[in-house]
């Protein structure tokens, strides 16, 4: 079984995040308008946690995106 990566706060980090789903054709989740929803909750929440989607696709039936987060400066 896979072990998780940690990573401190002073390296870079990259993260690949992907769902699929289950069902029929005609179950298919993601349609045009949750798409576009889904892209607008991706953009709040990456401000939000601090990072940057380098990436990101949609098919009918799961979607894969790409985030890095960059080393953390320090305040002096």
Do not use: I
């Not at 706060?9 to 045009?32: E, S």
């Not at 601090?50 to 799961?62: A, L």
Request: hydrophobic content about 30%; proline content about 3%.
């Amino acid at each position: 079984m896979r072990q998780a990566r940690l990573k401190p706060d002073y390296q870079d980090t990259w993260h690949h995040c992907y769902n699929r789903t289950v069902g029929t054709r005609a179950d298919r989740p993601f349609g045009d308008a949750e798409k576009e929803m889904f892209v607008r909750m991706l953009k709040c929440l990456a401000a939000f946690y601090s990072v940057r989607v380098v990436s990101y696709t949609f098919m009918s039936n799961h979607y894969n995106s790409h985030q890095t987060r960059t080393k953390r400066s320090t305040v002096a």
